[in-house]
């Protein structure tokens, strides 16, 4: 089955440590994207990729990190310097390098213990 | 700068009623307004989608209404559900950069 596969469902972070999530997709696509989505909140793009070795920030990029070397994985590092990175992360991806009609995995909980 | 506006918060609709959400963008480049409908734990998926060449596109139960010059669109649910209950969110995409911004969420619950 095509998709986005993202992992792990739930995360847990000390503070100061950085943590890795991941994102893999098997649609062809050539655009990702990852959202960080607070309670009762819209999604804020954080960072996109539109091309393989390619990548821009989003709104709200400070303290987050992403590599795109392979066209199927796109990971995001939440950093210690994100103060407040308790939130629910998801990836999509488009076929459209703007985002229109992308597909959404069904997201990682990361929460700060 | 909030690019895409929704409204309400949350709704809620009695079943077999008719659920009414709407929107307003500011930037003029969006050439693309896709509703996602997102349940709790889940990530959004996409329902229904509309381009400003047209100014209504119907699904099954789900209509959007799209008015180019007031920059407006809407999502409507037809003979609402309990299955239908979830957040919605429209959102906008356009080219040359203009990558896909999403409004704020409502929150829909439809009361058997």
């Known amino acids: 089955d095509g998709g986005i596969t993202q992992s792990p469902k739930y995360l847990f972070r000390k503070e100061g440590q950085n943590v890795t999530l991941s994102c893999e997709q098997n649609?062809?696509?050539?655009?990702m994207y990852w959202y960080r989505q607070d309670p009762g909140q819209g999604l804020r793009l954080i960072y996109y990729s539109q091309i393989v070795n390619d990548f821009q920030k989003g709104d709200i990029a400070e303290g987050y990190s992403v590599s795109r070397e392979k066209k199927e994985s796109f990971p995001l590092t939440v950093t210690s310097a994100q103060k407040n990175p308790t939130a629910f992360y998801l990836c999509?991806?488009?076929?459209?390098?703007?985002?229109?009609?992308?597909?959404f995995g069904q997201g990682t909980r990361l929460t700060v213990v | 700068q909030q690019q895409v506006k929704q409204s309400p918060q949350s709704l809620i609709v009695q079943k077999g009623g008719i659920s009414i959400i709407n929107c307003a963008y500011e930037n003029t480049a969006f050439d693309y307004f896709p509703w996602y409908q997102q349940f709790p734990g889940k990530g959004p998926a996409l329902l229904i989608a509309i381009r400003p060449d047209v100014s209504e596109k119907k699904e099954g139960r789900f209509t959007i209404s799209f008015n180019k010059s007031a920059k407006q669109f809407s999502l409507h649910i037809m003979d609402s559900q309990p299955g239908d209950s979830a957040t919605y969110f429209c959102a906008a995409a356009g080219n040359a950069g203009n990558m896909l911004t999403f409004g704020g969420g409502t929150r829909l619950m439809v009361k058997p």
């Open positions: 999509a991806s488009s076929i459209v390098r703007t985002g229109a009609e992308a597909f």
């Open positions: 649609l062809n696509h050539d655009a």
